[in-house]
């Protein structure tokens, strides 16, 4: 069945298809970070039924297409326990917190913790501070922040979804960078053992069209 | 679904609790109640159904949003009747006819047990597979030359005797003429039919040869055959043999042609290949089926068997928390882990990485019995009414290997013994997924018009919709026996918590309606999601239940902006954009509602067989979701997570 995922390497008609779970406290806008992404740009498709739970995306990233599966997750305490089962397989995390609320940063900590022992480095993270329309409320500092993001090898983006800054830029840049681990996963894969079991569920690298060749060209823009 | 709970929604609540009912007993090895409870539950909805229409007196109301289910959930249940039925019809019949051969001991104990009435749900293989083939048949069939003369010479036969019959004793001579003339013509017959059937048997071996070079072609690119490759070539080659004979296959394969995305035409074309029981592609079915069936069926009998005994001599599962808790405390702490730590241990499974998404079914856990609960907390509990699900529960649960009736000589053996029901499990169900990709890639292979991708995955589907219908029953039961620990935690925290409100679980105020103002009696909140998440026991293949999961959490989402929308007094849409810190606290709420602990087994089963492609889509989310709020219900009796 995983037939599909290590041949025809190169190419351009690629398509990747990443999950990214979505960690943060009860009040610190994930909610609204991620409906703002998912709503903006490509208005043709209404979000999925379950609302802000559980939503996709489709993006074009240098004729690659990326199928985006953004899997919010309960930030409350007593769901705490739960969270392995959602991020197991996840390409990509974004931990947000809310730069008013020191309390909610230290969550964030936490969750990185987890977040590298259950999954190691192959998990691309992405430290969030949200609400930066609320600066003069700060109590976050940005420099103790970002070196934070360093020292664990994550990346810290600023954003507002209440006046949608910063989102599309951290959308962009996490698919980039799970693009490139995912093709070094693959050839790693490649230089291994040919097809020794089933391939790490979760990065699908899948050939679209296998025989269509002859339609040429991979610039469908989405 | 507008009608979120209120008083036009009870039939359908009614109905679907009946029919919880008969599945229960069903599953619980009582054929001959849940017959009666089927035949119950389908009779009131035709009751219920013809009051509505009466009322509504030709109107257009005479169907209610919920009229297609509801009789959707009679045909179900006629279904299951069915079956039912089978089983009180044909073990007996079975058993008796056999009765004078040495037939295996085990199937006539099990059948004339003194448990009386109590007949397995399941079927011996041997039945099963008699079922198979007489389902298979009353298709035409096509004769050899040789039984095509035979066929005529009787008709012959026949009218030489109507002749005979016709003449006077005095027309002797005319008699023998007949005769002769009969004999003659027989025998004309006969020479000709075996003329035809040499030629016909020497083109056919020449046909089978080019046949064989031809699928022998198609596979050139391999050197070396492994065994599997030289079957599928076999049954390549019988497919071609299949297509010279029938003339709907290359119909079909220019149909596809035609419309090479239609995806109906997929699934009509599976449903026809599968309608003709010769067919390679059908047949090779049927016999995986039966592989799998053979595998199933003496580990559901042999708890069955258990069951019996252990029943007649425990009492509910008071002794038996008793008695596991005299067991396993001596027992080496690193073999129990409780099953509250059940998350922790697949997490440090994932932490090696080895094999990241089988994690939760393949854990090696070993399940305590509640030793965290005192055994005098649990007495109260089981004097409470309960219901039969429970009792049935329990029966399940009391089997001997779980709770030994002598002193507990060998502490370790039942968890070797649940580890080898595990080890046996985790066997089959890679039969299963290899059994499923034979037939997906010999059915790609017969028509290469479904070799694009969303063909396939219609293709995968209506096959396995076929593959798992007669099997998921027994692979639930062995799945129910392997997460029992799981299971009895669930129920308990069911039965403690039942009238536990949606607050208390976190759900955040404007997310439910307060107080009962404009709510019936017995209809409480989200009881439009609880019916959806209870449909999935009616269902028998993986595909269709996750649909029934992501049914009931998007009934979930829309309950909830209702819910939102009434409070805020303003008919202002999407204004509770839904995430998962209000997503889970509701769903735990529904699966607190459902009262259905097997939800523990079957989304593991689900979990094992869910597509690839839709592990992390919507699919894979609502089922991680319900396993989330499983886990947190599960938990609740403990009181470590209540905050």
Not at chain 1, 161 to 188: H, P, S, W, Y
Not at chain 2, 22 to 30: C, F, P, Q, Y
Not at chain 2, 588 to 617: D, M, R, T, W
Request: charged share 25%.
């Amino acid at each position: 069945m995983a037939a599909a995922a290590g041949s025809g390497a190169g190419g351009g008609g690629r398509s990747f298809s990443f999950k990214v779970v979505l960690l943060g406290e009860g009040c610190v806008g994930k909610t609204s970070l991620v409906l703002r992404y998912c709503e903006n740009k490509f208005n043709d498709k209404h979000i999925t039924t379950l609302q802000a739970s559980f939503l996709t995306k489709k993006l074009n990233i240098g004729g690659k297409r990326v199928n985006l599966a953004i899997w919010d997750t309960a930030g409350q305490e007593r769901f705490h326990a739960l969270g392995p089962i959602y991020y197991r397989d996840s390409n990509g995390a974004i931990l947000v917190y809310d730069i008013t609320d020191e309390d909610s940063f230290q969550k964030v900590k936490n969750w990185v913790k987890e977040l590298r022992k259950m999954l190691g480095n192959e998990i691309c993270l992405c430290i969030v501070g949200n609400k930066i329309d609320l600066e003069k409320e700060r109590h976050v500092s940005v420099q103790e922040a970002e070196t934070y993001a360093e020292s664990v090898g994550a990346k810290h983006y600023h954003t507002s979804a209440k006046q949608n800054k910063g989102i599309e830029e951290l959308f962009l840049d996490l698919c980039k960078r799970m693009i490139e681990t995912a093709q070094v996963d693959e050839r790693a894969r490649g230089n291994g053992a040919s097809q020794s079991g089933t391939a790490r569920r979760g990065v699908q690298i899948i050939d679209d069209e296998p025989q269509a060749q002859s339609s040429g060209g991979c610039c469908s823009s989405g | 679904m507008a009608a979120g709970g209120d008083g036009a929604a009870k039939p359908l609540q009614t109905a679907m609790k009946l029919a919880a009912g008969a599945i229960e007993l069903d599953t619980g090895n009582r054929p001959w109640e849940a017959y009666v409870e089927y035949l119950k539950s389908i009779s009131y909805i035709s009751q219920a159904l013809l009051e509505e229409a009466a009322a509504a007196k030709g109107g257009s109301d005479a169907v209610t949003p919920d009229t297609p289910k509801m009789l959707k959930l009679a045909e179900q249940c006629l279904e299951r009747a069915k079956s039912s039925a089978a089983v009180l019809g044909n073990v007996k019949p079975a058993a008796h006819e056999r009765g004078p051969s040495p037939a295996p001991i085990s199937r006539h104990r099990r059948v004339f047990s003194d448990e009386g009435g109590k007949l397995s749900p399941f079927l011996p293989p041997e039945i099963f597979q008699k079922l198979q083939i007489t389902k298979a048949q009353g298709t035409k069939k096509e004769l050899t030359p040789l039984e095509e003369a035979s066929l005529q010479n009787q008709k012959l036969r026949a009218a030489y005797e109507a002749r005979v019959a016709r003449l006077n004793p005095s027309q002797a001579v005319q008699k023998t003429s007949l005769t002769l003339s009969l004999q003659r013509q027989m025998m004309e017959n006969l020479v000709i039919a075996k003329a035809r059937e040499e030629t016909l048997q020497r083109k056919m071996e020449e046909r089978r040869l080019r046949l064989q070079e031809a699928a022998n072609r198609r596979f050139s690119s391999s050197i070396a055959l492994t065994p599997e490759e030289q079957e599928q070539r076999a049954l390549y080659a019988a497919i071609l043999e299949y297509e010279q004979d029938h003339e709907w296959p290359r119909l079909w394969k220019a149909k596809l042609k035609k419309n090479p995305t239609d995806l109906a035409l997929v699934s009509g074309l599976i449903s026809h290949l599968l309608s003709f029981p010769e067919h390679p592609i059908a047949q090779l079915l049927k016999t995986l089926q039966h592989v799998i069936y053979s595998r199933l069926y003496p580990i559901v009998s042999q708890n069955l068997a258990d069951l019996s005994t252990a029943s007649r001599t425990s009492r509910g599962f008071s002794s038996l928390s008793l008695d596991a808790e005299g067991l396993l405390t001596p027992a080496p702490g690193g073999r129990r882990l409780r099953s509250s730590q059940s998350l922790y241990c697949m997490a440090s499974v994932q932490e090696n990485k080895v094999n990241l998404r089988h994690s939760l079914s393949t854990t090696p856990l070993s399940e305590d019995l509640g030793t965290e609960s005192s055994p005098q907390d649990e007495a109260p509990a089981r004097l409470a009414d309960r219901e039969s699900s429970f009792e049935d529960l329990e029966r399940f649960l009391a089997a001997p290997e779980s709770w030994p009736t002598g002193p507990p000589a060998e502490p370790l053996a039942p968890a070797e013994k649940k580890a080898s029901l595990r080890e046996q499990l985790k066997a089959i169900v890679k039969d299963i997924h290899n059994s499923v990709d034979r037939l997906l890639s010999l059915t790609l292979l017969a028509f290469e018009g479904l070799n694009t991708a969303s063909s396939k995955d219609q293709c995968l589907a209506r096959i396995e919709e076929a593959f798992f219908s007669p099997l998921w029953a027994p692979l639930l039961a062995v799945y129910r026996r392997v997460y029992q620990a799981r299971e009895v935690a669930l129920s308990r925290s069911m039965e403690r918590h039942r009238n536990m409100p949606p607050s208390e679980l976190g759900v955040s105020a404007n997310l439910f309606p307060q107080g009962s103002k404009g709510h019936a009696a017995g209809s409480y909140p989200y009881s439009t999601a609880v019916q959806e998440l209870g449909l999935i026991l009616l269902e028998s293949c993986p595909q269709r239940k996750l649909e029934c999961i992501v049914r009931a959490l998007r009934v979930i989402c829309e309950c909830a902006e209702e819910y939102c929308a009434a409070h805020e007094s303003r008919p202002q849409p999407a204004s509770a954009a839904i995430g998962a810190d209000d997503l889970l606290p509701i769903l735990s709420y529904v699966v607190l509602k459902s009262n259905l602990p097997q939800l523990v087994a079957e989304c593991a089963a689900l979990e094992e067989f869910i597509h690839e492609g839709y592990l992390i889509g919507e699919e894979g989310y609502c089922l991680t979701s319900l396993q989330s709020a499983l886990a947190y219900v599960e938990a609740l009796h403990r009181g470590a997570m209540v905050k």
